[in-house]
């Protein structure tokens, strides 16, 4: 779900133009965890950083979408963003079992 809002919201938000645009992603196993890499030359956005949007108690009051970015930082912690040479590089990971 992570890696899918993560990809979604790059495409969906990412770049001023329409046109060719890519996203590389890497898969790799770190000891019992596994990390997701998540690579694009879309404009400078750190998901991990700023507010976090306040989620209504009930449905009647519940904006449409938002939940994305709180999804990733409260399911995996230990993910991580950088600006690498024009190129944002999200690396989300998730736990192994003890």
């Known amino acids: 779900m ?3 809002e993560a990809v979604t919201n ?4 990412g ?3 329409s046109g060719e645009h890519s996203i590389a992603l890497r898969l790799e196993r770190l000891g019992s965890d596994i ?3 998540i690579v694009d030359e879309g ?3 750190d998901p991990l950083a700023g507010p976090s949007q306040a989620i209504s108690l009930d449905l009647e009051s519940a904006p449409v979408g938002g939940l994305g970015l ?3 930082r409260g399911l995996l912690p230990r ?3 950088a600006r690498i040479e024009g190129r944002n590089v ?3 990971v998730a736990s192994g079992a003890p």
Do not use: G, K, M
């Open 70 to 72: 709180p999804l990733i």
């Open 79 to 81: 993910s991580r963003y």
């Open 10 to 13: 790059v495409i969906a938000h």
């Open 43 to 45: 404009r400078p956005f």
């Open 15 to 17: 770049w001023d133009s």
């Open 35 to 37: 990390a997701l890499e």
């Open 90 to 92: 999200l690396t989300l």
């Open 2 to 4: 992570c890696a899918n």
